[in-house]
T-cell receptor
């Protein structure tokens, strides 16, 4: 049963610390998305990649957030330094990204719940 | 820019009653439309999707949605609510001309409560 995995599932850290969240997309998927979910803002798209290349990261605070795909099986989202307002659930999703096709489904991971004290 | 509006952030129904969750989109060209469900402490899961093949789309768990171009709506329904349907539901649109990439624009979500 193919699924997106994310680690860690929960992270509590202190303000100013570096946080790294990891995502393993479904094998064969060529698009990867990072979302942040909060009560106030709902689901926000932070960044997305196609074939490991960043296509849009306009949703990310550039000064502290960075997203990378070192290889096709790993996507990372890093926050340095972290702040209390970064507390949220961060979701990774992957998909096939077929050109104007119908298979536009995104498959979501279980999320990383981040708490910054 | 395309957007999605979900009317009602909270909906409460009795077990066995009809579920109706509303979604309207703004787009000059009918996009692809999706409904996702999020159970507590879990990621989002696809319920159903509209891809222009048929206006009435059937999904998992007895849910269905009807695409109405004239109303720019894609409301989600289920004839009889079950306690296990309690969750948050998200409507999403995928622009047809997004460069081929399956970017999704999500609505704010509707939390469904089902009471005995």
């Amino acid at each position: 049963d193919a699924r997106v995995t994310q680690t860690p599932r929960h992270k509590v850290t202190e303000m100013g610390q570096e946080v790294t969240m990891r995502c393993q997309p479904i094998l064969g998927h060529n698009t990867v998305f990072w979302y942040r979910q909060t009560m106030m803002q709902g689901l926000e798209l932070l960044a997305y990649f196609r074939n490991r290349a960043p296509l849009d990261d306009s949703g990310m605070p550039k000064d502290r957030f960075s997203a990378e795909m070192p290889d096709a099986t790993l996507a990372t989202l890093k926050i340095q330094p972290s702040e209390p307002r970064d507390s949220a659930v961060y979701f990774c999703a992957s998909g096939l990204g077929v050109l104007n096709g119908v298979d536009n489904e995104q498959f979501f991971g279980p999320g990383t719940r981040l708490t910054v004290l | 820019a395309q957007s999605v509006t979900q009317l009602g952030s909270h909906v409460s129904v009795s077990e066995g009653a009809l579920v109706l969750l509303r979604c309207n989109y703004s787009s000059s060209v009918p996009p692809y439309l999706f409904w996702y469900v999020q159970y507590p402490n879990q990621g989002l899961q696809l319920l159903l999707k509209y891809t222009s093949a048929a206006t009435l789309v059937k999904g998992i768990n007895g849910f269905e949605a009807e695409f109405k171009k004239s109303e720019t709506s894609f409301h989600l329904t289920k004839p009889s609510a079950h306690m296990s349907d309690a969750a948050e539901y998200f409507c999403a649109v995928s622009p047809l001309f997004s460069g081929g990439y399956n970017k999704l624009i999500f609505g704010a979500g509707t939390r469904l409560a089902v009471h005995p």
